[in-house]
């Protein structure tokens, strides 16, 4: 698999193979291919023969394959089982994060029936009481598989407690610390275990300075404390100390990349999390709610302009510089509300009072305004466009980047107080208010001085 | 440490701490801190401070701390230490992939000198040969601290191995195995190596299956390989598969969070990687680019409209609908362009011609280009803004956006085959460029209508 990428030739070859069922040779291809790697070669197949192909892997590469599917192809291929299979054949063999992952995904009606079908009580109730945290908080992103040993065990018996859980706990890192009550403790790296002797103590060898977060953590903070300290994994604990999962680096890493994708959608004015590959209409549609808030604002402006009829009227130059005065707002407006957004989502915007961070903003807008301001009073003066004008132009102009950028960065830092995603300040509503702000202080501007 | 966070008081005790120099406090308060949180006191310290709290660390506590202060906080504190000190003091003790960004951010000059005033001659050698690497490729990335073994070896000698190397490698997830002339056969984990007898051959238990990148494989593969397979280490191999080097989970994770920023502030229109807690000049030199550039395009649009200034003052309500046009078409170009710029970086996009994808883009553009169009004819239905306004609005409208969206998706798209950042593609150059076209087509709509 040295450097393996699924090219097209490779894809059409397997393709054919599904289609004339050449089993053994397909078998050996398979196995030597990682889960991720034939979950991408499911999207170019038929259901039929998705179906032909998991029959002919194992248990625990069949559920390894459905966990790296795109959430819509894995809804379409499960539709092929009835709840009892996806609780029997998939559900069963599946780490709880996944399956959590899977159930979450299912109509609620029919996750009961799947969960009702699980043989083993202690694993449906796990996963029931899994099932309860929220998506994006640490209990909801943790696995409950983990490896953990008691303080007062010695090396031999840790190496026991591996090889028991070896098989259920595909990835281990660190070995888990806990006290007779499972309350976390410490940890020991598994480089620790392989160097200690069989009869050394856990408690002589064990690090209790460990990072750990509350089922309720949300995820952004998660990630954010193990980027911080470069953590493989991070245990969860509830709220009595006890631990109850962990949660890994991928699963993170995943976290991080949807959540920074999420707010440059919401910068770009893209409603739904799509891709290059999806569907025409699903494209479509999740482009056309920006651009018709958008072409609400422009009837908005169109009235606003509408109102100046007569001042263009009598100066038509007037309308020259409209475009130039609402973009620059705009843009003044998007830059400062998205250095607060990006700030808050890295975690650099620690908490305090919102007053200092304006006044700040209002700094860096007034050094902006003047720059630009001034820019534009040297073209009106070496143009012909008309003192009048220029003046109209030049504070105006100032007047929108300072407002915009003000407002730009209050809005973010306002949602996030009330805990509504910050990035939605970034998103049409606000930019198109943007718009319009700077087109009414165009006009009123001009009025007063034309 | 669990659930730690600096809050002002713990940085203020610090520093009273620090100021009236209680030697026994600190040292116990530091060590119990995060190389991390040490870092982040750093940046509220005055520089003779910092080198007190320094000279407090042990020589591992010291280089991580170094490693993990911010660029500009290391390079002015580094600038009280002479090249012989940054070489004995911090080099020697540093991993080697922190040595090389170390060093590469110092001028080449001082760089010679701090690498000459290494003692030990092969990691001299091996610094300047791992410098020669670019900083976003794999070899860039890369450490050339890991564990490896010999394929004829058995556990035994694995486990000395990591014995002897325990203290250079300080996170050992994987253990690499390879042959004689040091080519890459294959990976251990450490559970196989927890759970196997000090008499197995390593060849036995072996996996032959390994992920693998070469020294100039660009960051975003290796990105988006770890991610792909779930990684927490991935090796680097030279043209002849000689294992090199090991890149580890947080700097693809770091590395992935960087390049997320760069395009986001690409599409924001902020030119430098900036946060809120940057000086009001940085953050105002930050923003001055695009907003210079947006001015330009501004003063371009006047031109423009002003070559249109008869059929304005024939027809004012010609001037009402400008800015819903430029603005529709800006849109549509942003989000076309951002979900390939997206497409590209979550390597979703894949090889091919462009041709088949501005295709489907044209499909994307028309269906939202009549649904706007559709709505803008029925509003200048039922409101009064005339027949042929009406017209002419919704003429421009459809052509603007299936036309900004076509030139945003085929632009991201050639810059990356000749090899340039397709986020270039949603920079103020590009979308100033759009707005302007949108002006364009919108006054010779109405030229020929009106």
Same mark, same amino acid.
């Given at each position: 698999?040295?450097?393996?990428?699924?090219?097209?030739?490779?894809?059409?070859?397997?393709?054919?193979?599904?289609?004339?069922?050449?089993?053994?040779?397909?078998?050996?291809?398979?196995?030597?291919?990682?889960? +991720? %790697?034939?979950?991408? $070669?499911? &999207?170019?197949?038929?259901?039929?023969?998705?179906?032909?192909?998991?029959?002919?892997?194992?248990?625990?590469?069949?559920?390894?394959?459905?966990? &790296?599917?795109?959430?819509?192809?894995?809804?379409?291929?499960?539709?092929?089982?009835?709840?009892? /299979?996806?609780?029997?054949?998939?559900?069963?063999?599946?780490?709880?994060?996944? !399956?959590?992952?899977?159930?979450?995904?299912?109509?609620?009606?029919?996750?009961? *029936?799947?969960?009702?079908?699980?043989?083993?009580? =202690?694993?449906?109730? $796990?996963?029931?009481?899994?099932?309860?945290?929220?998506?994006?908080?640490?209990?909801?992103?943790?696995?409950?598989?983990?490896?953990?040993?008691?303080?007062?065990?010695?090396?031999? /018996?840790?190496?026991?407690?591996?090889?028991?859980?070896? *098989? *259920?706990?595909?990835?281990?890192?660190?070995?888990? #610390?806990?006290?007779?009550?499972?309350?976390?403790?410490?940890?020991?790296?598994?480089?620790?275990?392989?160097?200690?002797?069989?009869?050394?103590?856990?408690?002589?060898?064990?690090?209790?300075?460990?990072?750990?977060?509350? !089922?309720?953590?949300?995820?952004?903070?998660?990630?954010?404390?193990?980027?911080?300290?470069?953590?493989?994994?991070?245990? #969860?604990? %509830?709220?009595?100390?006890?631990?109850?999962?962990?949660?890994?680096?991928?699963?993170?890493?995943?976290?991080?990349?949807? =959540? +920074?994708?999420?707010?440059?959608?919401?910068?770009?004015?893209?409603?739904?999390?799509?891709? #290059?590959?999806? @569907?025409?209409?699903?494209?479509?549609? !999740?482009?056309?709610?920006?651009?018709?808030?958008?072409?609400?604002?422009?009837?908005?402006?169109?009235?606003?302009?509408?109102?100046?009829?007569?001042?263009?009227?009598?100066?038509?130059?007037?309308?020259?510089?409209?475009?130039?005065?609402?973009?620059?707002?705009?843009?003044?407006?998007?830059?400062?509300?998205?250095?607060?957004? /990006?700030?808050?989502?890295?975690?650099?915007?620690?908490?305090?009072?919102?007053?200092?961070?304006?006044? @700040?903003?209002?700094?860096?807008?007034?050094?902006?305004?003047?720059?630009?301001?001034?820019?534009? $009073?040297?073209?009106?003066?070496?143009?012909?466009?008309?003192?009048?004008?220029?003046?109209?132009?030049?504070?105006? $102009?100032?007047?929108?980047?300072?407002?915009?950028?003000?407002?730009?960065?209050?809005?973010?830092? #306002?949602?996030?107080?009330?805990?509504?995603?910050?990035?939605?300040?970034?998103?049409?509503?606000?930019?198109?208010?943007? %718009?319009?702000?700077?087109?009414?202080?165009?006009?009123?501007?001009?009025? !007063?001085?034309?």
């Amino acid at each position: 698999m040295e450097n393996f990428h699924i090219t097209k030739e490779f894809s059409e070859e397997i393709l054919a193979q599904v289609r004339e069922q050449r089993e053994t040779e397909l078998a050996s291809v398979l196995d030597r291919l990682h889960a +991720a %790697d034939i979950a991408e $070669l499911f &999207e170019s197949f038929e259901l039929e023969e998705a179906l032909y192909v998991t029959s002919l892997l194992d248990d625990e590469k069949r559920v390894n394959v459905l966990a &790296e599917l795109e959430p819509d192809v894995r809804e379409s291929y499960l539709q092929s089982f009835s709840s009892d /299979q996806i609780a029997k054949e998939f559900l069963q063999h599946m780490e709880s994060d996944d !399956a959590v992952d899977l159930l979450s995904e299912l109509d609620p009606e029919q996750a009961g *029936e799947v969960i009702a079908s699980i043989d083993d009580r =202690e694993h449906s109730l $796990l996963l029931t009481s899994m099932m309860r945290y929220p998506d994006d908080a640490a209990g909801g992103l943790m696995a409950s598989e983990l490896i953990k040993v008691n303080i007062n065990w010695d090396v031999r /018996q840790c190496t026991e407690e591996i090889r028991q859980q070896a *098989e *259920e706990v595909s990835k281990v890192f660190t070995v888990y #610390v806990v006290d007779d009550n499972d309350i976390l403790l410490g940890i020991v790296s598994l480089k620790q275990i392989v160097l200690a002797k069989a009869s050394t103590k856990i408690s002589e060898i064990f690090e209790s300075n460990v990072v750990s977060v509350n !089922a309720y953590t949300s995820g952004e903070e998660v990630a954010s404390k193990m980027t911080k300290y470069d953590l493989v994994a991070i245990p #969860v604990v %509830d709220a009595l100390n006890r631990l109850i999962g962990r949660i890994t680096f991928d699963d993170v890493m995943d976290f991080v990349r949807e =959540e +920074a994708d999420k707010d440059y959608q919401m910068l770009s004015g893209i409603s739904e999390n799509v891709e #290059v590959g999806d @569907k025409v209409w699903v494209l479509s549609r !999740a482009r056309l709610p920006w651009l018709i808030i958008g072409l609400f604002g422009g009837v908005m402006s169109s009235i606003v302009i509408g109102g100046f009829e007569e001042e263009i009227a009598r100066n038509v130059s007037l309308a020259f510089f409209m475009p130039l005065v609402m973009a620059m707002g705009g843009n003044a407006g998007v830059q400062s509300s998205s250095i607060v957004v /990006q700030g808050l989502a890295n975690n650099t915007v620690m908490g305090g009072s919102i007053l200092p961070r304006l006044g @700040k903003e209002f700094m860096v807008a007034l050094i902006n305004a003047l720059v630009c301001s001034a820019i534009a $009073l040297l073209y009106g003066l070496v143009s012909k466009v008309g003192y009048e004008i220029t003046i109209v132009v030049c504070i105006s $102009l100032f007047s929108a980047i300072i407002f915009a950028s003000l407002m730009g960065a209050l809005i973010p830092l #306002v949602l996030d107080i009330f805990k509504i995603d910050p990035a939605l300040a970034t998103g049409p509503f606000i930019t198109t208010s943007n %718009d319009l702000l700077g087109l009414f202080i165009y006009f009123v501007t001009g009025h !007063a001085v034309l």
